[in-house]
């Protein structure tokens, strides 16, 4: 009954499908059938990078709620970090860049949203009632470890999730630091796949 949808949805978008409706279809889907929001579990995103900025989280989230119809989402999702970061998802490389971390995209205007802000954002949210709780994807052992400190010295509520490409034949997460992270002795986060099916390879279409 899991419900898993981002503002960025549809990939690719444009032209009939642009960005949000994927939203807007689950939201029609949800009145149309009147199934009972509490059926259902939705999980969104907010588009990350630079956009994520405290005015935007909640901006995005309350365009998301229009669109999917509803009073609060239960977990509200970075799409990626707030930071640079070696995106691990796609088979990239997990080589850090301290170039790619210099450039003006990343640092000009104040530089990248900072997790305490982030943490206060996401509390805002949660304390209006607007979400239930609040998650990362496409993130490392670094910023989850960094987002759940940050909210335990704020006293803000903590990510409960983080959500990343995963499958028979991409078990990176166990390998690099995320697992060993959300573990319950650790960070204790729970983990959310994506990709499980390796973009259709391991359905045997592709044999």
Not at 42 to 70: F, Q
Not at 111 to 132: A, H, N, W, Y
Not at 177 to 187: D, R
Not at 190 to 201: E, Q, R, T
Request: hydrophobic residues 30%; contains cysteine; aromatic residues 10%.
């Amino acid at each position: 009954n899991l419900l898993d949808t981002a503002e960025q949805y549809p990939i690719p978008s444009g032209g009939s499908s642009p960005e949000g409706r994927t939203e807007e279809v689950i939201g029609k889907w949800i009145k149309d059938r009147k199934v009972k929001r509490d059926d259902v579990v939705i999980a969104t995103k907010i588009t990350g990078g630079r956009n994520v900025t405290p005015r935007n989280i909640r901006r995005d989230c309350e365009d998301s709620l229009r669109r999917l119809g509803t009073d609060y989402v239960d977990v509200y999702q970075l799409h990626w970090p707030q930071r640079y970061s070696p995106q691990s998802n796609w088979g990239q490389s997990l080589k850090y860049n301290i170039e790619n971390d210099e450039s003006g995209y990343w640092r000009q205007f104040g530089g990248p949203t900072s997790f305490e802000d982030l943490c206060v954002s996401m509390e805002g949210l949660i304390q209006e009632g607007k979400i239930r709780g609040w998650g990362l994807c496409n993130d490392n052992a670094y910023g989850l470890t960094a987002c759940t400190r940050t909210a335990k010295f704020l006293g803000t509520t903590p990510p409960v999730n983080l959500q990343g490409d995963f499958s028979l034949i991409d078990r990176k997460s166990e390998e690099n630091g995320v697992a060993e992270a959300a573990s319950p002795y650790n960070e204790n986060v729970g983990f959310m796949a994506y990709n499980a099916l390796a973009g259709g390879m391991l359905t045997g279409k592709y044999a």
